[in-house]
Structure formats: C-alpha cells, structure tokens
C-alpha cells in the first residue's frame, strides 16, 4: 500500500524533473519578477555552532567531522534514495565512526505506515484544546513512539500551512489560523518529542498553503508565494521562529517558490532569515524530491537532501551524494560549506543524545510483512526481516483520548439538550459515526473517507492500532440507542417526542497525491459543506425529530448555514480529527462526563465569500502560479474584524456545560520598554573551524570491492571522475547570480534561537481569576489579545492572539487565577526598513483583552492604566 502512494509522488517528481531544461527554471534561483515578487541573494551560509546551548554537541560533531573523509561527510547530507530502506529516507551512514542511516519517517500524528504505534489526534485536534500540558504530553507519546520504532527524525510538527486557504489540502497537520496557535502547539510538541531523544522536523517552511501546483510538472512550475517581508515576519515565519527557540533539531523546507525563488535554494530565506536571523542550529532538510540543484541549494544553506534522489527518482541519480563530492573536489562547492552540513546534522545526533543506545529502525514502511526487500527501489534486492512489530503504545491512548476530548468544541446548546442523560433515547444518523465498512486502514495514507473521519489523508497519517468509533462508545453506554449508519434519512425511521438524533457529517481534505472523491488534496469539489450529503441529512433528522445534536468531524471551517439555526438543531459540537480514540473522547462529552473545553482554531464564516478573494484556491493550466498575498496579514479572524464582517462562530469560540466568570483583572510591567527598537543583539559565539584546502581525490574515491546496491545513492567516484574533478580540469558549476564569499553583519533582529533574546523577555503580565459560576465541572480558556496602537505608525489587525492559558477543571464555585504573560515581540510590529522589531514605548496605547473568545471583550487592560471587566 505505502508503495502505490510513494510511487505515485515519484511519478510526481518524474514530471517534475522534465521542467527542469526550461528556460524559467534551471538549477539557480530565479531571482527575476515582472510583478516585484523578488528574493535577494544572501550569501555564504551562516555556520552553526554559535549559540552556547549547542556547544557540547558542536564540539562533539566538531571532533568526528575533522576526521571524516570527504565521502563520509557527504554520506550524511544525502538520502540513500527513495525506497532504499524502511523510512521515508534516510541519510548514509559512517560505520567507522558508528554512525547509523538516519532514518527519517512521517508523520506529525503518529509513525506513518507502521503496527503497534498510537494514532494520536491531528495538529488541529490539539490546537483546539488551548491546552499546552496536552500539547507536549502527546508531543513526548509521538517521540518515545518514534524512538521505539528507531526513527531518528519524526518529520513534524506542521506550522505551514497556516490556513491562509480555508480549503487547502494540510491545514489540519498544524495546529490552527493563527500564528501564536500554532507557535505554541509546534513549540510545546517539539519540546515533548525531543525530550525522548527523537529529533523533530518542523515544517513547511514556508508558504506551503494549497496543495494543488505545489510541486512542478510537465507543464507547470510549482508556485510562487509572494509574501512580503512584513507579512512574512508577523505571520506565517512566527511559528517558525517559535519552533527554533524549543530548540528543534531540523527544518523541513516547503516544495514552492517564495518570492520566485524555490526554497529548497532560497538563500534569503535558508541563509538569511532562518539561521542567521533566527539563528537556527540544527540542519535543514527538503521536502521529499524538492531538491532542484545542487550547487545552488548548498551554498543557499541547504543541509540534506530527502530522499536523495535527483530529477529523475529511481535512476540512481541525486543532485548531491557523487555530484556533491565532485563539487567539493572541483571546488564549486566549498568545503567549509559541506563541513558546517556535516557538522550541523551531527549536532543535533548529539544533542538529542542520539549516541547513547538508540534504536535502529525495526520496521518497514514499504510492507506489512515481517521479511520483505530491505531496498525495494533496487531492481535486486536482499530480503529480511523488515518488520518486527514493535509495541511503542505504552499508556498514550490515554493522552490521546484526553486530547480529542479537550478539544471537542460546542458551538451550540440551546436548552441545554446537552449532556444526554444515559437513558436518553437516541437515534443516531451517519455513516461519520461508524466504522469503514471495508476495514480499518483500507486505504493506505487515509485517502478515502469512510466511516469516522479520523484524520485527513496523505503524509500526515498514521495507521489505527484500532479505532473505538462513537457507534462503539455510544453503545458501550446506552444499549438502547439505535444506529442508521448511512448517508441518506432512512424513510422508515419513527420518531417518538422523546428521541434525541445525533447526526454525525464530516469535511476532509489531504495531501495532493492522492485525490479522494474529486478532491486533489485540497477541498476542490466540496468546498467548505460537510460530504456525502450530510446537510441534507442534518435537514431531513431536524424535520422528523425535535431534538437534533450535530456532531462534525472536520478539518476545517465548515459551512453550516443550511441547518444551523433550525429550531430542532439544539446541540452542535466540532469533534475535529480524533485519531483512534474518537469514540471515547466523544462520549466523554456527550454524557457529560466531562464539559466540553475546546475552543474553534479558526473562524467559521456564514459563507465562503466572506473570505478575501485572495485566499481562494489557485490553478493554472500552464507556467508558474503567482500567489501574491496580498491580504497581507489579514487572514482568518484579523480579516472578519477588518472588514466588520460577523463570522457565525468566532475564533476562540467554545461553550461549557457551565458557566465562568472572569474577575479581578491586573496587569503589571514585567520588563519595562523604555526603548522602541530592542537593545543591542549579543555577539555570536565562536563557530568550529576546519582546515579550508580541498581534500584528496582518493577520500572519495570507490571502496575497492564494494558490494553496492543498484540504484543506491552513494558518495563515491570512480577513481578518473575523482581525479579530474581534483585537477580542477572538470568544468565548475555555475553560481548563483548574487554570490559572495564575505558574511553579511549579523543581523540586528537576531543574537539567540528564534532571534534577539531581548524579544521574548516577559514586558507585561495579566492576572485574571476564572471562577466557575455555572452548576457543572468545567474547564475554561482564557485567551488575550492586543491592540497595537496606531503610534507603531502602520495598520495592524485590531486584535491579535497573544497568549492563552486554560484552568484546571474547576468544580462549581471554584476559581483558579490564571497568568497571561507576553513579551516585547508580542507588541511588536516587524519594522521593515530597520530590519528590526518596533514596540510602543513604556507600552503605551497597547490595550489587551482577555477573554473566551476573539470577540469577547469580557477584560480590557490599558497599558499604564487599570484592567476593566465588563
Ligand atoms: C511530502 C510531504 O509534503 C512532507 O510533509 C512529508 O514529510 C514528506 N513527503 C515525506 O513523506
């Protein structure tokens, strides 16, 4: 099964690599635009190792790489090809020095293709508890599973896309609309999943925000996403810079163009923005065949090549692996530049403890069975034991059905029809409510929607160990309920004044190579309504009976005008993506076990039309899209409140079974802003330094008796390749128009991880008492939003989410005070001529707002001045 979906994004790349001779695209970035869109070299790449955190592991990597032989070095920059071993790819190994392949292997919810592992709620799921313990509490199930498996690098979490495109195929891998959102759902994951040693993957940096056109094909060229400086800084590279200062060992770079320039060989954005601006010090990997060149991808900062493989996939070729030797041999590439790779994707081996006993890879995501090819994309392969079915599940059902729970969202609950009383009589409507009648995992990566909509498809899956759908857990408690699991009103169905329906509809979308139900990824065909009828079905269930509960599983907005204010629709809850525990989760709130304390990650609007003409999907039978994002930052609930257009259910949105009050507001000054711009960046620290000559031709030359796997990719020369590329006598590559050998001052903004540490130091701190009023137990989210004030001199959206913190369960009467605390980049605006962070001085005119959400005002703080509740 995995094979069909990998072969499939293989034929992909064969498209792909047939642009590559067109005059728009060679391997050098196109830095040309006729509408402005332009992205300026930055040149040489930064070196790793500066910041003191990594020092121990820098010199760790520092003393191995001096003595690596040329291959060696780059043996770790480059994936051995697609399907040559059990991972989505993974790098070559250095036994001399008992460096393992580095195996890398999706995905942000769960190890993808694999037995025994947990399933856990997708990225949105987690976004809409607002709960960060939860968030790191799955981030360490998702690395000890990873690591359990042997996985070194588990390629998530997902920050990009930022839901720019309500119906963008991935939205639901990351953890909502809102850049803090998702700041603190990847930081809180990576935190988690490096703490157990596994490294984290963080992507798709960046503008990766529909799946249609993302790659190139015959006929067309992957877009362009032109996002301006300002834009890009305040919003989609926030979580970015958030990922960076959790300290995350790898990023992923996005497949498109930024600015007309591919970010696989986006020096402004590699070089310039993610290590020296933000000063990242782990290793930058591409997407899975995103890698268009190989001179120009190295020195724009590009640390490893996934899966290796070059235009063509399978023919053995890679754009890096022998032509990266080459390279270095002929002294196009230097070698200091494939010595910070090198020593970059060590440091983070040793950071992560990666040395000490941890597991090689005891599974095959290419099969199911326990011996199988080790390297099915070579035309002979060895056979072995591939799979030996390890149990990594430990008690994480536990963490994930909490999660699931916490984020079920109750939009509606007219007369408190909800809890349902165990003896409630129920009747329950939609094939979303029960199983995949063709069995669990029937199609590989999810890309089919039967039965409970567990997660979206593509990538970011993983298989169910076992799925408790609601028509189990439902069952499980009221051995009376009634199912009618099917996607068109039963005609003989009776309703009796007492029955409760519960009708179960749901909205998927996935990744673009698969295309379920006419949906190529994104949400083409179904735009924003629920599928397979499921409006009708909400209609036909509200007019036989009077008391109707919606359940939605979603990956997104949804529309739900068609039936929502129908009087007998009393109860609507967003159940998100649940993973394997969806039925538990469910029934958890459904019974009133629990309140459910899950708030929307996103706006959902009365209409698709309300939405920024921009934002809408984009195809274009020929050329290269031109994105251009021209909403700037006005995306999600910053444009509704822009454009005074009222959303059905605002962001932040979520109700109780119980009731909370929000008093005794108080602010206080933390770290006081006596200046706009932060004070002066600190210096770098020193970077490991290596011999700068060009190493021998024999270091790369073939083993002799070397028992190599066809199609393999491999290091090595042949001995008259090597020795003419050392003479210098073979032709260099041409380089990147803009190249420069001296480094660029270091950038004011930066100084730290994620940037200038003055930045995030805490500037003001917000008090507020949540008291449950109501009669029930419950959880509440207290969210705060700024208002920037106009003195920053540019328009800013009127509210922004800053922080969130969420109480414990409170029982009636109960009160827990809650701090909010924000820092100076939280009231800043990015300033794009001084390249740097601008913030009201002392504070002053910012107001901030707390409250459940975005347009609950409930307490309003002035800078200098007194909180107020209202
Ligand atoms: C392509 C996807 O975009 C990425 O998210 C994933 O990690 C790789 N394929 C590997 O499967």
């Avoid at 042997?150 to 896309?161: A, D, E, H, Q, R």
């Avoid at 005891?362 to 060895?382: M, Q, R, W």
């Amino acid at each position: 099964m995995a094979l069909i979906s990998w072969f499939s994004l293989a034929l992909v790349a064969i498209a792909t690599s047939c642009t590559l001779a067109s005059p728009v695209r060679g391997p050098l970035e196109t830095r040309a635009s006729n509408d402005g869109a332009f992205s300026p070299p930055y040149y040489p790449a930064p070196k790793g190792g500066w910041v003191s955190n990594w020092a121990e592991a820098y010199g760790k990597a520092h003393h191995i790489v001096s003595n690596m032989t040329l291959a060696e070095k780059v043996n770790l920059t480059t994936g051995t090809g697609i399907f040559m071993g059990p991972c989505a790819g993974q790098t070559g190994s250095v036994p001399r020095f008992g460096i393992p392949n580095i195996c890398l292997h999706d995905s942000p919810l769960g190890v993808r293709n694999t037995d025994h592992n947990t399933a856990f709620p997708a990225g949105i799921t987690v976004g809409a508890t607002f709960d960060k313990e939860l968030m790191y509490e799955r981030g360490v199930g998702l690395g000890e599973e990873a690591r359990g498996k042997g996985v070194n690098v588990l390629l998530g979490p997902s920050v990009g896309p930022m839901g720019r495109k309500p119906r963008g195929g991935r939205n639901w891998e990351g953890f909502g609309f809102d850049p803090v959102l998702q700041a603190i759902g990847g930081a809180q994951t990576i935190k988690g999943m490096q703490s157990t040693g596994a490294i984290a993957s963080l992507k798709h940096l960046v503008g990766n925000e529909q799946e249609m056109h993302r790659m190139s094909s015959v006929v067309t060229q992957g877009y362009s996403s032109n996002i301006d400086d300002r834009t890009l800084h305040e919003f989609y590279l926030w979580p970015f810079a958030e990922g960076v200062r959790a300290e995350v060992g790898s990023v992923m770079i996005a497949y498109n163009d930024v600015n007309k320039s591919a970010c696989s060989q986006n020096s402004k954005l590699i070089n310039g923005i993610l290590k020296d601006e933000l000063g990242f010090q782990g290793f930058v990997v591409t997407d899975w065949l995103a890698h268009i060149g190989g001179v120009s991808s190295a020195l724009a900062g590009l640390d490893m090549s996934m899966p290796g493989d070059g235009a063509i996939p399978l023919f053995g070729n890679s754009y890096w692996g022998y032509e990266l030797s080459r390279s270095v041999l002929n002294g196009s590439v230097p070698v200091d530049r494939l010595n910070d790779m090198a020593t970059r994707i060590l440091a983070v081996w040793f950071k992560m403890g990666q040395d000490q006993n941890y597991p090689l890879p005891n599974f095959s995501s290419n099969t199911d069975d326990e011996k199988g090819l080790l390297y099915p994309g070579a035309l002979v392969s060895p056979i072995g034991v591939v799979n030996q079915f390890v149990n990594v599940q430990a008690d994480h059902n536990i963490t994930a059905r909490a999660v699931a729970r916490d984020a079920i969202t109750l939009l509606k609950n007219e007369g408190d029809l909800l809890p349902l009383r165990r003896n409630d009589s129920l009747k329950i409507f939609g094939s979303d409510a029960g199983p995949d009648p063709q069995g669990l995992n029937s199609c590989a990566d999810k890309g089919c929607n039967r039965g409970v909509l567990t997660m979206g498809w593509g990538s970011g899956t993983a298989k169910l160990p076992y799925l408790i759908t609601p028509q189990d857990a439902i069952a499980d408690i009221s051995p009376t309920a009634e199912f009618h699991l099917s996607d068109s009103f039963p005609s003989s169905v009776t309703a009796n004044p007492d029955d409760i329906a519960i009708v179960f509809i749901n909205s998927d979308s996935g990744e673009n190579f698969i295309t379920v139900e006419g949906n190529p990824g994104d949400r083409t065909s179904a735009g924003l309504h629920a599928w397979h009828n499921g409006d009708d079905l909400v209609k036909a269930a509200a007019e036989k009976f009077s008391n109707v509960v919606v359940v939605i599983h979603t990956v997104g907005p949804i529309i739900l005008e068609e039936w929502v204010d129908l009087e007998p629709v009393k109860a609507v809850l967003i159940a998100h993506l649940p993973g394997q525990e969806a039925g538990n989760s469910l029934t958890d709130v459904l019974f009133g076990d629990y309140s459910p304390s899950g708030h929307l990650p996103y706006t959902i609007p009365y209409q698709e039309s309300n939405y920024p003409a921009s934002v809408g999907l984009l195809q274009q039978p020929f050329g290269q899209i031109q994105d251009d994002y021209t909403e700037g930052l006005y995306i999600d609930y910053r444009h509704f409140l822009r454009e005074q257009i009222t959303p059905r259910y605002p962001f932040g949105h979520g109700l109780s079974y119980t009731t909370f009050d929000f008093s005794e507001p108080s602010i206080s000054i933390v770290t006081l802003l006596d200046t706009a711009y932060p004070p002066s960046r600190p210096d770098k620290g020193p970077v490991p330094t290596y011999p700068t000559n060009i190493p021998a031709a024999s270091e790369a030359i073939w083993p002799s008796n070397f028992p190599s796997i066809w199609r393999y990719l491999y290091p090595y020369l042949n001995k008259a390749d090597a020795t003419a590329a050392a003479a210098n006598s073979t032709k260099k590559y041409p380089y990147p128009e803009g190249y420069s050998t001296t480094p660029k001052p270091a950038p004011r903004a930066g100084g730290a991880e994620g940037g200038n540490p003055a930045l995030f130091e805490v500037a003001f701190s917000v008090e507020v008492t949540v008291t449950n009023t109501g009669h029930r137990q419950g959880r509440a989210v207290a969210q705060l939003y700024v208002e920037l004030p106009d003195s920053l001199g540019v328009e800013t959206p009127s509210r922004q989410l800053r922080q969130f913190e969420k109480t414990k369960i409170l029982q009636s009467g109960e009160s827990e005070t809650l701090t909010l605390e924000i820092t100076r980049k939280d009231v800043s605006i990015w300033d794009v001529v001084v390249q740097d962070w601008k913030a009201p001085v002392r504070g002053d005119g910012l107001k901030i707002y707390v409250g459940e959400s975005v347009l609950d005002e409930r307490v309003e703080c002035v800078v200098g001045g007194e909180c107020s509740t209202l």
